[in-house]
């Protein structure tokens, strides 16, 4: 089989460079998210003060998983590849990667339940289920992506099928480790992603649309306009945290399946659809900090100290204020004349 035509953007080297510099970005980043949930969170937010920690989590666990332990170099249209992290373990890392994805989808439908049954479901019945569909999504979440695993092919056969779906060999790892297939058929491996993704899509999409449709028509919910107004600010700013999440899970996802239907190669691809995946956790936190007023204004709290006007002092000369003393006493003593 010959050999592709390299670039370093399709290079190991590259995504290995690429993955560590967004590491090093991303944990400062996090550490601040963190401090920003616990100790900025103001009182009119602190009913998801705890679930913003919970989806800040799982969006670390998945930065940690793919840019620092994992570093996936994926050789699509073959289902297989090698990782580079300190750990060899690309199997499960690749679950672990596909889980977290799951649980960030999943945390981010909680947050918007809350929304709404703080706001409107206390008196419906969604109010005597709502903690068994919660935890039946999070008990899902693990499950998602467990097939695939109980199903790995034996790795010698699977890698002579996955050099043949290759149109040519692209630049391979100098650490000698083994390729490894993570399947050798699509079926199974596209329901599990279809399940996994459509299930957290549902559940975001009923609880947004219920959120704006209850916000819109709040007339005779006896809602007071200030909590309407505050909350409606709170439910959009939530609403652009999550496209984000979205936006750069739903487009890689649907490329990869792409990839492999269509036997597409393109390792130059293969690796910026892996760093979209990798910069959704630095993504994820700025948005977070800059759509929510209490983080966005501790954020630029230095800027608006060293930017903020002095107040003007004026301070009167000594001749002048002692005339000025004088002249008021004599207009007194004038007046008391008269």
């Known amino acids: 089989m010959i050999s592709c035509h390299n670039h370093y953007l399709g290079s190991p080297d590259f995504i290995r460079l690429t993955f560590h510099l967004i590491t090093y970005l991303a944990i400062p980043l996090h550490v601040f998210g963190f401090y920003c949930i616990i100790c900025k969170t103001p009182n009119h937010m602190r009913s998801i003060k705890w679930l913003l920690l919970n989806l800040h989590t799982w969006c670390i666990l998945l930065d940690i998983t793919i840019s620092f332990l994992g570093i996936p170099y994926i050789l699509y249209p073959a289902i297989a590849g090698y990782g580079l992290g300190p750990i060899e373990s690309p199997g499960l890392f690749f679950y672990l990667g596909v889980t977290f994805i799951a649980g960030v989808s999943t945390s981010i439908f909680v947050v918007f339940e809350n929304r709404y049954y703080i706001l409107f479901g206390e008196s419906t019945f969604w109010k005597h289920i709502r903690k068994y569909g919660i935890a039946i999504s999070y008990i899902l979440v693990p499950l998602y ?48 992603i279809g399940v996994g993704a459509l299930i957290p899509t549902i559940e975001c999409g009923t609880f947004l649309l219920l959120n704006c449709y209850n916000l819109i028509y709040t007339s005779s919910s006896g809602i007071s306009r200030h909590t309407v ?5 709170l439910v959009l700013a939530l609403i652009i945290q999550s496209s984000i999440t979205f936006i750069l899970f739903l487009i890689p996802i649907s490329m990869i399946i792409l990839f492999v239907y269509f036997r597409y190669q393109n390792q130059i691809f293969n690796n910026l659809i892996f760093v979209s995946l990798a910069i959704h956790g630095i993504a994820s936190t700025l948005i977070m900090v800059f759509v929510h007023s209490p983080y966005r204004d501790f954020a630029f709290s230095p800027i608006y100290w060293f930017t903020k006007k002095p107040p003007i002092v004026r301070v009167l000369p000594s001749v002048l204020l002692s005339r000025n003393i004088e002249t008021q006493r004599e207009t007194s003593n004038v007046r008391i004349g008269i």
């Not at 790995?152 to 060999?169: G, T």
């Not at 107004?229 to 600010?233: E, G, T, Y």
Request: charged content about 25%.
């Open 145 to 192: 992506f467990l097939p695939p695993q109980l199903f790995i092919p034996e790795q010698e056969k699977a890698r002579e099928i996955a050099w043949d779906m290759l149109q040519c060999i692209p630049e391979l790892p100098k650490n000698n480790r083994p390729l490894f297939v993570i399947a050798v058929e699509l079926p199974l491996i596209a329901a599990t």
């Open 229 to 233: 107004k505050m909350q409606h600010r």
